[in-house]
């Protein structure tokens, strides 16, 4: 493909030479002399003057040298997107219908173009909206519901009464709606289990990563709102309530009866306790604490979590501690002196 091709695809400014054949996409360091490449990150811009790139996507102010033609948008990581879709080639989707090894209840409504995949097993009164793909090895619990245009691949686990929206995408190994991780416990400490008779609601046009679980409620319900994004090895547990469009990155941890408002950002393997409030467009940093609260909007960082600023004032001040321990020394050492110089 002309790289002329792809910048007016892309809806980019072209700098350079537009009869260049672009046969693919790579990162900026391994890029060769007839692929495509980008930055988005400004801690990049040196690896352009150095990149073996035949052209870079950068953003519309860029001013650092390259060596390659450029390609000027506003979001270079969105248009590197468009760019890397159109030499990817999709994997074949599954044909319509139902696998023979499949098991099937025969109360279970299955919509128009649904695919079906081995070894899948669909218990009684499950629906399975119109156009969704079940890859091989999924289980549909008793009662669940999943939407229309769908995505499962293999191995994805919904239990009892779960419901998933329309046009979402569960990755390998997902398990939503197993029990909560909840027990009474008597005088002598031994635990006996509460039932979680809850269950799980999904909305539409949400990712879910490899192995993430999401537990169902002890009564009502563990909600995921519309457009929310979750990562690889999230833990999810009961009565948790997720906002529309939120992101939760890998190895995060949500504790029960936690509120995470819309369009807020959970960084890797931050921890959060239960019963806590976390506000509308909160950033919380990777492997952060979060004990208490948070207002809309924070920003906030480290264990326990706190307003970023007053979290990096804090480290400023830990990494002066061993000059400031040295001071301390020299200080004593000049007190016993002059001390000494008194007593004589």
């Given at each position: 493909?002309?790289?002329?091709e792809?910048?007016?695809?892309?809806?980019?400014?072209?700098?350079?030479?537009?009869?260049?054949?672009?046969?693919?996409?790579?990162?900026?360091?391994?890029?060769?002399?007839?692929?495509?490449?980008?930055?988005?990150?400004?801690?990049?811009a040196?690896?352009?003057?150095?990149?073996?790139?035949?052209?870079?996507?950068?953003?519309?102010?860029?001013?650092?040298?390259?060596?390659?033609?450029?390609?000027?948008?506003?979001?270079?990581?969105?248009?590197?997107?468009?760019?890397?879709?159109?030499?990817?080639?999709?994997?074949?989707?599954?044909?319509?219908?139902?696998?023979?090894?499949?098991?099937?209840?025969?109360?279970?409504?299955?919509?128009?173009?649904?695919?079906?995949g081995?070894?899948?097993?669909?218990?009684?009164?499950?629906?399975?909206?119109?156009?969704?793909?079940?890859?091989?090895?999924?289980?549909?619990g008793?009662?669940?519901e999943?939407?229309?245009?769908?995505?499962?691949?293999?191995?994805?686990?919904?239990?009892?009464?779960?419901?998933?929206?329309?046009?979402s995408?569960?990755?390998?190994?997902?398990?939503?709606?197993s029990?909560?991780?909840?027990?009474?416990?008597?005088?002598?400490?031994?635990?006996?289990?509460?039932?979680?008779?809850?269950?799980?609601?999904?909305?539409?046009?949400?990712?879910?990563?490899?192995?993430?679980?999401?537990?169902?409620?002890?009564?009502?319900?563990?909600?995921?709102g519309?457009?929310?994004?979750?990562?690889?090895?999230?833990?999810?547990?009961?009565?948790?309530?997720?906002?529309?469009h939120?992101?939760?990155?890998?190895?995060?941890?949500i504790?029960?009866s936690?509120?995470i408002?819309?369009?807020?950002?959970?960084?890797?393997?931050?921890?959060?306790?239960?019963?806590?409030?976390?506000?509308?467009?909160?950033?919380?940093?990777?492997?952060?604490?979060?004990?208490?609260d948070?207002?809309?909007?924070?920003?906030?960082?480290?264990?326990?979590?706190?307003?970023v600023?007053?979290?990096?004032?804090m480290?400023?001040?830990?990494?002066?501690?061993?000059?400031?321990?040295?001071?301390?020394?020299?200080?004593?050492?000049?007190?016993?002196?002059?001390?000494?110089?008194?007593?004589?």
């Open positions: 493909m002309k790289l002329s792809i910048a007016s695809q892309i809806g980019g400014i072209l700098s350079g030479d537009g009869s260049i054949d672009i046969r693919g996409v790579a990162g900026i360091r391994d890029a060769g002399p007839a692929e495509i490449s980008f930055i988005a990150n400004p801690r990049y040196a690896e352009a003057a150095l990149t073996k790139a035949a052209a870079v996507i950068v953003k519309e102010n860029w001013s650092a040298d390259c060596s390659a033609a450029l390609i000027r948008v506003k979001n270079p990581d969105a248009a590197f997107a468009q760019a890397a879709s159109l030499f990817y080639t999709p994997a074949p989707r599954p044909v319509s219908g139902v696998h023979p090894s499949a098991v099937v209840a025969s109360d279970a409504e299955l919509g128009e173009g649904v695919s079906i081995p070894l899948c097993v669909i218990e009684s009164r499950a629906k399975i909206g119109s156009g969704t793909v079940l890859m091989a090895g999924c289980y549909v008793y009662g669940s999943v939407g229309t245009d769908c995505l499962l691949y293999a191995q994805v686990s919904l239990r009892e009464f779960v419901k998933i929206g329309s046009r995408i569960l990755h390998n190994g997902t398990v939503v709606g029990d909560g991780f909840g027990y009474s416990v008597d005088g002598n400490g031994v635990r006996t289990k509460i039932p979680q008779i809850g269950t799980v609601e999904i909305g539409d046009d949400v990712e879910i990563g490899a192995n993430t679980t999401i537990d169902r409620a002890r009564f009502g319900k563990t909600k995921i519309n457009g929310v994004k979750i990562d690889n090895l999230v833990q999810i547990a009961h009565n948790v309530i997720i906002g529309d939120a992101v939760i990155v890998a190895q995060v941890g504790a029960g936690t509120s408002g819309g369009n807020a950002i959970l960084a890797g393997q931050a921890g959060i306790a239960g019963h806590l409030k976390i506000g509308a467009g909160v950033i919380v940093g990777p492997n952060s604490g979060v004990t208490k948070i207002p809309d909007g924070v920003h906030v960082l480290g264990a326990p979590a706190m307003p600023d007053r979290m990096k004032r480290h400023a001040g830990i990494m002066l501690l061993p000059k400031m321990k040295e001071r301390i020394a020299a200080l004593d050492k000049r007190l016993r002196t002059l001390e000494q110089v008194g007593k004589d």
